[in-house]
């Protein structure tokens, strides 16, 4: 298992901050992650959005090919508490079978709304319309 400073590393490489047609809009890249990596990046992921100080976000969170654990949601939905006064929408890719179910237990607990998009793309797309 990596060391949490190894964490604080990784999750600056996993987000990223773009412009798309004018809005900005932050990528959080969850990946091809095995279940024991999610809560700790996610937790430092979150600390570094937090730290930005911005509010606002449109952000996409990307899960591809990624498997989670009982950890892992309890993460998402603490992160949700946390960073939902931050957001002004968010997309998420990669949901698919039971990930749906996973997703809206998350949703429903940390009170953050979202809508699920089969790619980046159509992602930045639904986030910039109507703003």
Same mark, same amino acid.
């Given at each position: %298992?990596?060391?949490?400073?190894?964490? =604080?590393? =990784?999750?600056?490489?996993? %987000?990223?901050?773009?412009?798309?047609?004018?809005?900005?809009? #932050?990528?959080?890249?969850?990946? $091809?992650?095995?279940?024991?990596?999610?809560?700790?990046?996610?937790?430092? +992921?979150?600390?570094? &959005?937090?730290?930005? @100080?911005?509010? $606002? !976000? #449109?952000? +996409?969170?990307?899960?591809? $090919? /990624?498997?989670? $654990?009982?950890?892992?949601?309890?993460?998402?939905?603490?992160?949700?508490?946390? /960073?939902?006064?931050? #957001?002004?929408? &968010?997309?998420?890719?990669?949901?698919? @079978?039971?990930?749906? !179910?996973?997703?809206?237990? !998350?949703?429903?607990?940390?009170?953050?709304?979202?809508? &699920?998009?089969?790619?980046?793309?159509?992602?930045?797309?639904?986030?910039?319309?109507?703003?």
């Amino acid at each position: %298992m990596q060391k949490i400073e190894d964490y =604080e590393f =990784e999750a600056k490489t996993r %987000m990223k901050w773009i412009i798309y047609k004018g809005k900005e809009i #932050l990528i959080d890249d969850y990946s $091809n992650l095995s279940p024991e990596h999610f809560a700790p990046l996610v937790k430092n +992921i979150v600390e570094l &959005t937090l730290k930005s @100080g911005k509010k $606002n !976000i #449109l952000l +996409i969170v990307d899960v591809t $090919n /990624s498997y989670t $654990n009982k950890d892992a949601v309890n993460a998402f939905v603490e992160a949700g508490k946390v /960073s939902r006064p931050l #957001l002004q929408k &968010t997309a998420v890719v990669g949901i698919i @079978g039971l990930k749906k !179910i996973l997703l809206n237990f !998350i949703n429903k607990l940390s009170g953050v709304s979202t809508k &699920t998009v089969s790619t980046i793309e159509e992602a930045k797309e639904w986030l910039v319309e109507e703003l």
